[in-house]
């Protein structure tokens, strides 16, 4: 299940958070830095020890998929989405398709674009035809990725102004 916290800085004083990650609650306390001139995250134990800081980098919303199709020879799928996808041509991104069928197309992937509305990902067995519901692709950029959870992401989705936890 994923929490949300609205991100609503005071002027004066840092916007301070509990998120619970792997089971554990932690303090979390977003400061501005004026030479960064950007928001910063601040991760804490409960003991006050600050175990992290990072920059607050937004994911962005997800996008509708027009189509995906699977190449039986080069073992990959090809993602087409209705809108370009913002991922610079060449460049591999982890993404996230959910809300496909058939179910195999539903996955997290590096993916390379290969084009300004494709993807191409690797898949090594046939997922059962062509996507009849081609789903949703979405970039989730953790803000402590693999450093301290294992379960557990903390990203902050700009389009809403929230802080979003799961599980």
Do not use: C
Request: glycine share 6%.
């Amino acid at each position: 299940m994923t929490t949300y916290t609205l991100f609503t800085p005071p002027r004066k004083t840092p916007f301070q958070f509990q998120p619970t990650l792997d089971g554990q609650v932690y303090n979390v306390s977003v400061t501005w830095n004026m030479f960064g001139q950007r928001w910063y995250l601040n991760l804490y134990d409960l003991n006050g020890n600050r175990l992290d800081t990072t920059a607050m980098v937004g994911s962005p919303d997800s996008a509708p998929v027009a189509t995906q199709t699977w190449d039986v020879v080069r073992e990959q799928v090809t993602v087409t989405t209705i809108l370009p996808h913002a991922i610079p041509l060449g460049v591999e991104a982890n993404l996230t398709v959910t809300g496909a069928f058939p179910p195999a197309y539903n996955t997290t992937a590096q993916m390379i674009a290969v084009s300004p509305t494709a993807l191409i990902y690797s898949l090594e067995a046939d997922p059962g035809g062509p996507a009849t519901q081609p789903g949703m692709i979405v970039q989730n950029i953790p803000l402590f990725p693999g450093q301290y959870f294992q379960t557990s992401t903390l990203l902050y989705r700009e389009s809403t102004g929230m802080f979003e936890v799961s599980p």
